[in-house]
């Protein structure tokens, strides 16, 4: 399910407790009645903690199995070595679409050419990660530089960073 639609049942099951709440009232027992208002708000307590629940849960599975493939992307690169001093991550910026774009630029000191793997870990405001992605960077001569992004998979409110993890050249 897409974060804007999550959004919209949240927001619908917000208002319904609102409106619910001020229906529902309170009987002389300090018990609400059970009234179709009452159960329209229980019901929509329910729901409001479901699509909460299911947001997280989704959030925490999807920063799994980006970290998951990251560390796959790297462990398959065989006689890679680490090359985190010829990488130089540059300002974040929000995408057009949302998405949090990170530029690198990558500087071969070597004397013979070499491609070169790159994870960038996206981090908030507390330095909680959010994100982690792998960049592919094709054969950089030697002597030569190359430009590259990293993007983020999905969107983040707030303030994100982004650093690098590990890079490898190979």
């Known amino acids: 399910m ?6 919209g049942m949240l927001a619908a099951a917000a208002a319904v407790l609102c409106a619910g709440g001020g229906l529902a009232g309170c009987a002389s027992s300090g018990k609400p009645p059970a ?3 009452s159960s329209a708000v229980s019901a929509a307590q329910s729901a409001l903690a479901s ?19 990251a560390s796959s992307a790297l462990a398959g690169v065989k006689g ?12 974040v910026v ?15 000191h070597q004397s013979k050419p070499f491609r070169y793997i790159i994870e960038v870990d996206f981090k ?16 950089v ?21 982004a650093v690098v993890v590990t890079a490898l050249r190979y």
């Not at 897409?2 to 959004?7: C, G, L, S």
């Not at 997280?56 to 920063?63: G, H, K």
């Not at 890679?80 to 300002?91: E, K, M, Q, S, Y």
């Open 35 to 37: 009234s179709p208002a």
């Open 94 to 108: 929000r995408g057009t679409d949302g998405t949090t774009d990170a530029p690198l630029t990558i500087t071969n």
């Open 51 to 69: 699509a909460a629940s299911g947001l997280a849960s989704q959030a925490a599975s999807a920063l799994a199995s980006a970290e998951s493939a």
């Open 124 to 139: 908030d405001g507390s330095g909680k990660l959010l994100d982690a992605v792998v960049v592919n960077v094709p054969e």
């Open 80 to 91: 890679g070595l680490n090359a985190t001093d010829d990488v130089v991550i540059g300002p």
């Open 141 to 161: 001569a030697p002597g030569a530089t190359a430009d590259a992004a990293a993007r983020s998979h999905r969107e983040f409110p707030g303030q994100v960073t």
């Open 2 to 7: 897409k974060h804007r639609q999550v959004q």
